[in-house]
């Protein structure tokens, strides 16, 4: 059992702090007041409601009760760490690059309090070479006479699944260029894993390892995505390809889901600020810049979707939107596209209806839309606001409850439109509401719904590919 501290009490920071304290004695720090107050008392069986939302982890707090504290105090936060994890915020400043004032600040604290020897590692998502920075500042502040050695440990933990991805992850990346202090860690974690999940690597490898996978899984998805909008023209079905596809075990199947675009707290931003590390070093990421564009492009796709149909002017228009964290199971909505749908309808004057199964994603929608107020309503309750006022209905992320909508029900809409952002209707439903006379719009998948124009094609070919 070694005793271990983490740097952030936010989404990454509390579970792995609950994960850490099955086999190790974990203390989380956070200068946020209410956020450790709302995890204590957890810990203490004083409350079951926490401010981020993760199936399991309020559980797996209580049932390692005796091994986790989180506090506010940063003294009790160093008290004879043997390994600290710095897990803050990275959020993307204005040119795309990660802002690491959190990091800094936190590696501060660190050297100004730190009384033991220890090893720090970033669990943060930051540029490579940032180690090394931690490591500087550490060194120019530290008080005691004590070895400090940094390296780094990338997270990839996903959203709504965390407390599972920890418990069985596919692989722990971690770098340090001291061996010993690597060898510190590579005992840490065997407490809690076998060895082959292991990938120890130098300091450096392990801060790129971290941006080249996000940024290919989000590569998978705008390669789909732009392909999804080729089959719309055409009147293939992108699902159909993507199992075609994906069946190849070269490709495999995950991540191929087309949809109005990736969001979320890491894509979007570890995507920009790979592709602009790479421009500072005059190595561009081409294939990443292109990733990105096409993201950009295919949420507008799907919103002209809906503006196609109804006209530039929505005033008298209702819309309901299911789902509206960036993917189901969370009250992230940080880069959430529905939440750019839901904007996108507003500033046309609709009213938006919200229905989302995570509470806390609802409420974070009132705290980050305050200029918004008037514009839209919250509900608990699926079909609550399924009525004669509405025009549309938007699903916005792929929670079982909407790939089985109540046709019945739905029926009361005035408008019979669905927009499927996450194209999560089967094709079965699709043609049986088609019957009922709703229209089906999607991203890639239209035509299961409207027939192929194949006099079109046939004229296409005929004038284009006969030389
Ligand atoms: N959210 C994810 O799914 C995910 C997955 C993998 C990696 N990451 C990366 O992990 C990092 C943290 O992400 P997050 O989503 O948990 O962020 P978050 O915003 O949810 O939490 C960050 C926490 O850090 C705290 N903090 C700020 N300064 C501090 C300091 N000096 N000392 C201690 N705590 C401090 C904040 O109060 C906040 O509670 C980011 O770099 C992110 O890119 C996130």
């Given at each position: 059992m070694a005793r271990v501290t983490i740097f952030g009490a936010g989404y990454v920071g509390v579970p792995t702090g609950a994960h850490f304290a099955r086999t190790h004695r974990v203390t989380i720090y956070d200068p946020d007041n209410n956020k450790v107050e709302n995890i204590n008392k957890v810990i203490d069986n004083d409350s079951d409601s926490l401010h981020i939302h993760e199936k399991g982890l309020i559980e797996l707090l209580q049932e390692n009760h005796e091994n986790i504290v989180a506090t506010t105090d940063i003294s009790l936060a160093?008290?004879?760490?043997?390994?600290?994890?710095?897990?803050?915020?990275?959020?993307?400043?204005?040119?795309?690059?990660?802002?690491?004032?959190?990091?800094?600040?936190?590696?501060?604290?660190?050297?100004?309090?730190?009384?033991?020897?220890?090893?720090?590692?970033?669990?943060?998502?930051?540029?490579?070479g940032t180690a090394y920075l931690v490591k500087e500042i550490i060194d120019k502040h530290l008080v005691n006479d004590v070895k400090i050695s940094v390296g780094s440990c990338p997270e990839f933990l996903a959203e709504g699944t965390a407390v599972e991805d920890l418990r069985t992850p596919d692989r722990i990346v971690y770098g340090c260029d001291d061996t010993e202090a690597l060898d510190k860690v590579t005992e840490f974690f065997l407490y809690l894993h076998g060895r082959s999940t292991l990938s120890p690597m130098t300091t450096l490898s392990s801060e790129v390892t971290k941006y080249a996978a996000n940024a290919l899984l989000a590569t998978k998805i705008s390669f789909m995505n732009s392909l999804a909008i080729l089959c719309d023209a055409v009147g293939?079905?992108?699902?159909?390809?993507?199992?075609?596809?994906?069946?190849?075990?070269?490709?495999?199947?995950?991540?191929?889901?087309?949809?109005?675009?990736?969001?979320?707290?890491?894509?979007?931003?570890?995507?920009?600020?790979?592709?602009?590390?790479?421009?500072?070093?005059?190595?561009?990421?081409?294939?990443?810049?292109?990733?990105?564009?096409?993201?950009d492009k295919t949420i507008k796709y799907f919103s002209e979707k809906i503006i196609h149909a109804f006209g530039d002017d929505l005033s008298d228009k209702n819309f309901i939107i299911w789902g509206i964290g960036f993917k189901a199971r969370t009250d992230d909505l940080r880069e959430s596209k529905p939440v750019q749908v839901a904007r996108e309808l507003m500033d046309r004057g609709a009213h938006v209806h919200i229905y989302d199964t995570v509470k806390g994603a609802l409420e974070n929608f009132k705290v980050e839309n305050p200029s918004y107020e008037g514009k839209y309503s919250v509900y608990h309750e699926q079909y609550e606001m399924v009525n004669g006022n509405i025009d549309g209905l938007i699903i916005g992320n792929e929670h079982e409850k909407f790939r089985n909508p109540d046709v019945e029900k739905l029926e009361n809409m005035r408008g019979k439109y669905i927009f499927d952002g996450k194209n999560v209707l089967n094709n079965h439903l699709i043609k049986s509401l088609k019957r009922k006379g709703f229209n089906y719009r999607s991203v890639g998948k239209d035509t299961v719904a409207n027939a192929v124009d194949k006099t079109k094609l046939i004229d296409f070919l005929k004038n284009q590919y006969m030389d």
């Amino acid at each position: 059992m070694a005793r271990v501290t983490i740097f952030g009490a936010g989404y990454v920071g509390v579970p792995t702090g609950a994960h850490f304290a099955r086999t190790h004695r974990v203390t989380i720090y956070d200068p946020d007041n209410n956020k450790v107050e709302n995890i204590n008392k957890v810990i203490d069986n004083d409350s079951d409601s926490l401010h981020i939302h993760e199936k399991g982890l309020i559980e797996l707090l209580q049932e390692n009760h005796e091994n986790i504290v989180a506090t506010t105090d940063i003294s009790l936060a160093l008290d004879r760490p043997e390994i600290i994890f710095i897990a803050v915020g990275t959020p993307p400043n204005e040119k795309g690059r990660a802002n690491l004032k959190y990091v800094c600040a936190a590696a501060e604290q660190i050297a100004k309090n730190v009384k033991n020897d220890c090893v720090v590692l970033n669990k943060s998502t930051v540029p490579p070479g940032t180690a090394y920075l931690v490591k500087e500042i550490i060194d120019k502040h530290l008080v005691n006479d004590v070895k400090i050695s940094v390296g780094s440990c990338p997270e990839f933990l996903a959203e709504g699944t965390a407390v599972e991805d920890l418990r069985t992850p596919d692989r722990i990346v971690y770098g340090c260029d001291d061996t010993e202090a690597l060898d510190k860690v590579t005992e840490f974690f065997l407490y809690l894993h076998g060895r082959s999940t292991l990938s120890p690597m130098t300091t450096l490898s392990s801060e790129v390892t971290k941006y080249a996978a996000n940024a290919l899984l989000a590569t998978k998805i705008s390669f789909m995505n732009s392909l999804a909008i080729l089959c719309d023209a055409v009147g293939a079905n992108i699902r159909e390809v993507q199992e075609g596809v994906g069946k190849d075990t070269r490709v495999g199947r995950k991540f191929l889901n087309a949809s109005m675009g990736y969001g979320g707290s890491c894509f979007p931003k570890d995507t920009s600020a790979i592709a602009e590390y790479g421009q500072l070093f005059s190595s561009p990421l081409e294939i990443i810049e292109s990733t990105i564009l096409v993201n950009d492009k295919t949420i507008k796709y799907f919103s002209e979707k809906i503006i196609h149909a109804f006209g530039d002017d929505l005033s008298d228009k209702n819309f309901i939107i299911w789902g509206i964290g960036f993917k189901a199971r969370t009250d992230d909505l940080r880069e959430s596209k529905p939440v750019q749908v839901a904007r996108e309808l507003m500033d046309r004057g609709a009213h938006v209806h919200i229905y989302d199964t995570v509470k806390g994603a609802l409420e974070n929608f009132k705290v980050e839309n305050p200029s918004y107020e008037g514009k839209y309503s919250v509900y608990h309750e699926q079909y609550e606001m399924v009525n004669g006022n509405i025009d549309g209905l938007i699903i916005g992320n792929e929670h079982e409850k909407f790939r089985n909508p109540d046709v019945e029900k739905l029926e009361n809409m005035r408008g019979k439109y669905i927009f499927d952002g996450k194209n999560v209707l089967n094709n079965h439903l699709i043609k049986s509401l088609k019957r009922k006379g709703f229209n089906y719009r999607s991203v890639g998948k239209d035509t299961v719904a409207n027939a192929v124009d194949k006099t079109k094609l046939i004229d296409f070919l005929k004038n284009q590919y006969m030389d």
